[in-house]
C-alpha cells in the first residue's frame, strides 16, 4: 500500500464545515482499517472515526465522543478515497488531522495503525 495523502484542511470560523480527502491506494482486497485522527500541539494523537473496509466495502464505522453527531467517515471505493466531512466546528476542532491504515480490525488507537499520512491542518477560529 502506498502512504496515504489528505488534503482539505484549511482555516474556518466556528460553526462552519470542511471536507477532509485521504487518497488512499492498494486496499481494495483484503480487510483494512482505515481511520482519521488528529493532532493538537502539546496534545496527544485521538482517534477521530474509523471503517472496517473488506474487499472495498464498508463493513463497520465508529466515531469517537468527539466526532458523534457531527463529523461523518465515508469513502469512495472507486476512487480510492477515504473522507470526513466535519460540521459544526469548534474552535477545540484546531489540529492537524491523519489518515491512517492498518491491516484488519484494529480499535481506533494510533500504536494500531502501520501507515500514516502526513496530516492536513485545520483551524476553526471563534
Known amino acids: 500500500q502506498l502512504q496515504p495523502v489528505e488534503s482539505g484542511g484549511g482555516s474556518v470560523q466556528a460553526g462552519g464545515s470542511l471536507r477532509l480527502s485521504c487518497a488512499a491506494s492498494?486496499?481494495?482486497?483484503?480487510?483494512?482499517?482505515m481511520a482519521w485522527f488528529r493532532q493538537a500541539p502539546g496534545k496527544e494523537r485521538e482517534g477521530v472515526a474509523r471503517?472496517?473496509?473488506?474487499?472495498?466495502?464498508?463493513?463497520?464505522?465508529y466515531y469517537a465522543d468527539l466526532a458523534k453527531g457531527r463529523f461523518t467517515i465515508s469513502q469512495d471505493n472507486a476512487k480510492n478515497m477515504l473522507f470526513l466531512q466535519m460540521n459544526s466546528l469548534k474552535p477545540e476542532d484546531t489540529a492537524n488531522y491523519y489518515c491512517?491504515?492498518?491491516?484488519?480490525?484494529?480499535?481506533?488507537?494510533?500504536?494500531?495503525?502501520?501507515?500514516w499520512g502526513q496530516g492536513t491542518q485545520v483551524t476553526v477560529s471563534s
Open positions: 491512517a491504515t492498518a491491516r484488519g480490525w484494529v480499535a481506533l488507537l494510533a500504536e494500531e495503525f502501520t501507515n
Open positions: 471503517i472496517l473496509r473488506e474487499n472495498g466495502s464498508v463493513r463497520d464505522t
Open positions: 492498494g486496499y481494495m482486497s483484503g480487510q483494512y482499517s
